[in-house]
């Protein structure tokens, strides 16, 4: 069974707004995260990844993500068939490099380690992130 990275990133988006309005900061900036990786992956790997790019190397590393992201801004020269907008791909990348320090990790941070502010910050991004990359590769949407 291949991963669904579209689907994977809607779940999460809608998991991760309940769990915001609910309050519990933490855990909803971590399925933001979580969000922006799969909308991520689901771009690179839209209808297939090139040569060369395997997903399941990067992990959950947004450097790396952001990387390859970048790649797509000269899809034709990377072999990427899915093209996306250089103005785009600057802007998440440039968000997920410099502001959005999240890691798979923070599931075990104690509670209070996301700020209200964080988490409403995080999942606005995250939201964007699946707008621009991963909602028109979701079935029925």
Sequence with gaps: MSENYPEAAKRHLEDSKVLLDAERWDDSAYLAGYVVECSIKACITNPAPPSGIHVREIGHNNHELAARLALMASSKKAGFRRSVSGVQI???????????????????????YITSAEAKEWWNLANRVFSGLAKDLCVGD
């Design 90 to 112: 600057h802007g998440i990348s440039k968000m997920l490099l410099n502001g959005f320090p999240w890691k798979e990790t923070l599931r075990y941070e104690p509670s209070g």
